[in-house]
């Protein structure tokens, strides 16, 4: 399974180049911090599915805001398959349910020095970029 174990979650951009915005802290904020990022555990929750969770707490989306700090159940998030439209080719992305693509409210990405953005399914109406969550690995 692709989200499993210890990781990071990196933010890549939907669409061109899918350049690397980022990650997220713990909290499930995004920062383009790197010494900021959070670390997660993905544990298998069984058909395809997973869990996510870091120091903070359990990963949920509330409404359409993704957040983690233990304030509800945590959800059960799976891979964006291969054969949907518009994911990043042979980098397995996040999904809740059929939906995956993120995005803030500010009109750019965040910058080392800039305070985290929260992040929140894309309505398509948002001025700055819409990202894909994906997985770096730590060992």
């Given at each position: 399974?692709?989200?499993?174990?210890?990781?990071?979650?990196?933010?890549?951009?939907?669409?061109?180049?899918?350049?690397?915005?980022?990650?997220?802290?713990?909290?499930?904020?995004?920062?383009?911090?790197?010494?900021?990022?959070?670390?997660?555990?993905?544990?298998?929750?069984?058909?395809?599915?997973?869990?996510?969770?870091?120091?903070?707490?359990?990963?949920?989306?509330?409404?359409?805001?993704?957040?983690?700090?233990?304030?509800?159940?945590?959800?059960?998030?799976?891979?964006?398959?291969?054969?949907?439209?518009?994911?990043?080719p042979d980098v397995p992305v996040l999904?809740?349910?059929?939906?995956?693509?993120?995005?803030?409210?500010?009109?750019?990405?965040?910058?080392?020095?800039?305070?985290?953005?929260?992040?929140?399914?894309?309505?398509?109406t948002e001025p700055g970029k819409k990202?894909?969550?994906?997985?770096?690995?730590l060992e």
């Amino acid at each position: 399974m692709a989200f499993e174990g210890r990781g990071q979650i990196r933010l890549r951009w939907q669409e061109g180049d899918h350049a690397d915005l980022g990650c997220l802290t713990e909290t499930g904020k995004w920062t383009g911090n790197d010494e900021a990022c959070g670390v997660f555990v993905a544990t298998p929750a069984g058909n395809e599915l997973f869990n996510l969770g870091s120091s903070s707490g359990d990963c949920y989306v509330y409404g359409a805001t993704f957040l983690c700090d233990g304030g509800q159940e945590a959800f059960q998030f799976g891979v964006w398959p291969a054969y949907w439209p518009n994911g990043i080719p042979d980098v397995p992305v996040l999904r809740w349910g059929q939906f995956g693509v993120m995005a803030s409210n500010e009109r750019t990405a965040p910058g080392v020095a800039d305070a985290p953005q929260t992040l929140h399914l894309t309505s398509y109406t948002e001025p700055g970029k819409k990202v894909w969550l994906t997985w770096k690995k730590l060992e």
